[in-house]
């Protein structure tokens, strides 16, 4: 597990410095001095995904609200360090060499997670402003039992409101881009959001919501620290007939498995899952990572599956799609971390993530593949 800021061993030099020998001590004491938060050095990324895979970050804070995101992100910035902002890890699969730069997990604390503030309200619609860590399930159904409707959809799924934000999750007739009414974000200096200023908020409608895509959802773009939700009125008893529908739904064709949700993104006209199904390659298994009996577009780790056998298994059924039907499957899901697994894992010229990454900046890479696996999401 990780070492703490006061225990810290000496660092490998992977971020340029003059001295290699403190290089990894002045990060954290920087981090730490610019945001009053404790900084960890060497600490496994697995255990904050829902696929519990992912090697280690050179280093690791958790951020407990909006505010203190910002601090991070800006003090990262100043020190040249790539971010990989984690929200519950259900959209991602990290590389088993883990991620060179800063992991920033955005955990709002327990009693805050489930519940966001009422901050307008009238006959017809609340306006609620949620954390980036508020889980979206739980808000979901804090919302449902106050007689607000809009998020019913979001009962059974993973990870937070920022996360939901960034790649616009949706289930059965929703979605976020229906429910949000304005996005507060930090963007790095060189952002490609158009915005000028480092944090700014957005109506709902600039966000540029698309299928399961957002203004926030490229590398570098910029990272959710605060949303307001829109929602409207109902009664809690319909709201929750709705969910209790749903989740139904869901218990019947979800694999209970860890996962990280659906891996591939439905091309035009179609349904991944039933392409892969329809290739016979459910249950198609490399090392512990298998294609899931139950639902064709998850993967599942049984156990001990690494990135590297995940990657594998995305590249074969994009070849098998590929081959039967000439459609390319485009991944949903995210690849994050040092792919370079060519290379050696201890040679710090081996990284492959540029200084400037906000967000997700590494260059997806397998020696399973040719294709990389990470640059055609959308
Ligand atoms: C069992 C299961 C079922 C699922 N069902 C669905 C479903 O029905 N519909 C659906 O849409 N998704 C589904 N998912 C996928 C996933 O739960 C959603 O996409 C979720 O909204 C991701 O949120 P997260 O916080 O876990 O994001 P993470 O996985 O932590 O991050 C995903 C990406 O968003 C970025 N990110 C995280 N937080 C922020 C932030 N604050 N600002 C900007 N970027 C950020 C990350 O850097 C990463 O690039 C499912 C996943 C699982 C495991």
């Known amino acids: 597990m990780g070492r703490s800021t006061s225990a810290l061993k000496r660092p490998e030099n992977r971020h340029g410095s003059n001295n290699p020998m403190t290089r990894g001590d002045d990060i954290c004491t920087a981090l730490h001095r610019a945001t009053g938060l404790v900084v960890d050095a060497g600490v496994s990324i697995a255990p904050y995904t829902t696929l519990k895979i992912g090697g280690p970050a050179d280093f690791f804070v958790r951020a407990p609200d909006g505010k203190s995101l910002g601090r991070v992100l800006t003090a990262a910035e100043n020190l ?5 902002v984690l929200g519950g890890g259900s959209n991602m699969i990290v ?17 805050l997670r489930n519940r966001g503030t009422v901050i307008h309200e009238d006959g017809q619609e609340v306006v609620i402003q949620v954390e980036p860590g508020c889980q979206t399930a739980g808000i979901a159904r804090w919302t449902a039992q106050l007689g607000l409707s809009g998020l019913e959809w979001a009962c059974g799924i993973p990870g937070t409101i920022g996360g939901a934000i960034a790649g616009n999750a949706g289930a059965y007739d929703g979605d976020m881009k229906a429910v949000v009414n304005a996005v507060t974000f930090w963007s790095p200096g060189q952002a490609s959001t158009g915005f000028p200023s480092r944090i700014c908020t957005v109506s709902g409608g600039k966000m540029a919501f698309g299928y399961r895509s957002s203004l926030l959802k490229s590398p570098g773009s910029g990272v959710v620290i605060g949303a307001e939700l829109r929602l409207g009125r109902a009664t809690p008893a319909e709201l929750l007939q709705r969910i209790n529908r749903f989740e139904a739904s869901r218990r019947a ?12 993104r439905n091309p035009p006209g179609k349904f991944a899952g039933q392409l892969i199904e329809q290739a016979g390659l459910k249950g198609h298994r490399i090392g512990d990572a298998q294609i899931s009996l139950l639902h064709g577009n998850y993967i599942v780790n049984r156990g001990a599956a690494t990135a590297h056998d995940i990657a594998i298994l995305i590249e ?7 081959v039967g039907t000439d459609i390319f499957l485009e991944t949903e899901v995210v690849l994050s971390g040092d792919w370079s697994t060519d290379g050696d894992p201890t040679n710090s010229d081996d ?3 540029g200084p400037d990454g906000v967000g997700v900046a590494a260059q997806p890479k397998t020696d399973a593949a040719t294709a990389t696996l990470g640059d055609r999401n959308g």
Not at 80 to 84: F, S, T
Not at 253 to 264: A, D, K, N, W
Not at 316 to 322: G, H, M, S, T
């Open 351 to 353: 990284a492959r993530e």
């Open 95 to 111: 590389s088993d060499r883990g991620f060179r730069g800063l992991a920033v997990k955005v955990e709002t604390p327990t009693s």
């Open 253 to 264: 064709r979800q694999p209970t498995e860890r996962s990280c949700g659906s891996v591939f």
């Open 316 to 322: 074969e059924v994009r070849d098998r799609i590929f």
């Open 80 to 84: 040249a360090l790539p971010v990989l």
